[in-house]
């Protein structure tokens, strides 16, 4: 009998083994099951929790597309479409939902930028910077490189007003979104080659990094988390570990990282198989349930000792027809609407909707111990971009 327990428990943990490393879920699933014997601060019962939500496009008009024609009815539709969606749905404080078009330079080939920054006009949402700097040349960038192609967009996308200004410093700042989720060089060499890149981001004035989760090797095994990452220009993936962001606690590091929801799920309507991963992702494959919602919400991702504030980031690449059906279709109506009735109630809940800067605002405000409603920090550090 103690053979066949052990040769069964063998033969689960060989299984398991398998779907981890199938999955590549070795870069995280251990930081995941830790969490399951960490005990979290409960929320003040006396006040509503405070989601605030956030959806990064990694908008890409190009993507399994070289037609002209294609990839501009692709922002030609989110131009007529998005606003009739948007109007819709309200927040807590009455705002629409705002997206965040992470665009990136080597995309605007038919004035894309330019119309995109239309819709920002009109307070449909922002626009801020996505790299795919490993597909422009045959050969990986050098820091050198990498550093004059950040300068010449960031320059290029100020003329169209689209980064606010940081009222510390007056300094332009952006939020980045990495291509092939390769940040930091954490691909084996492939879609970056450079090993200082968070210094080169942070150099250049980039306020945090929104790329994660992953479900490749790029995910860093520090999970579900707003944390500064040092840099060690000698390795690769020097984001892997951080330090949490804190209320009091004096900014560290070289960049932030804002991290969405990843984990493990039961698929809705039970379908085989019944556990999918969940890395915060909107598309044809991935609806957004509002089981998933509810998921988003209990991982609370959040500053430290401020539990009462909990960040709903999630991502999509939008441009692609799929994907852009879901986004500006009724899975996304339902989505919202489930946002809008469950956590929006104002006893348990009250509701955000904010853009990646936004976000990143009300972090900064959560940091330095502020109080009260969070949407009144939307602007606490970076303000509106001036378009």
Known sequence: MSFIILLLIFLFLFFLTTIILKK???????????????????????????????????????????????????VDRWLEEFPLFSV?????????????????????TEDHLERLTGLCKQ?????????????????????????????????????????GKDNRDDKRKFGFV??????????????CGINNELQILAKCGCYADFTFPSICESQPQKINSIYYAFDDPRRPKSYDRGISVKVGKKK????????????????????????????????LTDLPYPSRVDFWAKTGIGVEDKQEWIF?????????????????GEHMHTMHSYLES????????????????????IVKAAESGEIGN????????IDKPPL
């Open 342 to 361: 469950k956590y929006n109630d104002g006893i348990n809940f009250r509701l955000h909707y904010v853009t990646a800067r936004e976000l990143y605002n």
């Open 123 to 163: 307070g449909y949402g922002e626009i801020e910077l996505h790299m795919h700097h490993d597909r422009i040349l045959p050969f990986p960038d050098t820091s050198e490189t990498f550093e004059r192609k950040i300068r010449e967009a960031t320059d290029r996308y100020a003329l169209l007003g689209l980064f």
């Open 374 to 381: 969070p949407s009144q920090f939307r602007d606490y550090y």
């Open 88 to 108: 819709t749905h309200r927040d807590g404080d009455g705002c629409m939902p705002k997206h965040t078009w992470f665009f990136s330079p080597h995309e605007d």
């Open 178 to 191: 990495h291509g092939d989720w390769a940040l930091d060089n954490s691909r084996g060499g492939k879609f």
């Open 312 to 328: 709903i980031k999630v991502h999509t690449h939008g441009a692609y027809e799929p994907n852009a059906d879901v986004l500006l």
């Open 252 to 283: 560290c590091g070289d960049l932030m990282i804002i991290q969405g929801p990843l984990g493990l799920h039961s698929k809705p309507y039970r379908r085989w198989p019944f556990i999918a991963i969940e890395s915060a992702n909107i598309s």
């Open 24 to 74: 590549k879920m070795q870069y995280w699933f251990f930081s995941y099951a830790k969490t399951f014997f960490i005990k979290k601060n409960s929320t003040n019962k006396q006040k509503p929790t405070d989601i605030i939500f956030c959806l990064v496009d990694h908008f890409e008009p190009s993507f399994r597309t070289k037609e002209v024609t294609v990839q501009k009815s692709r």
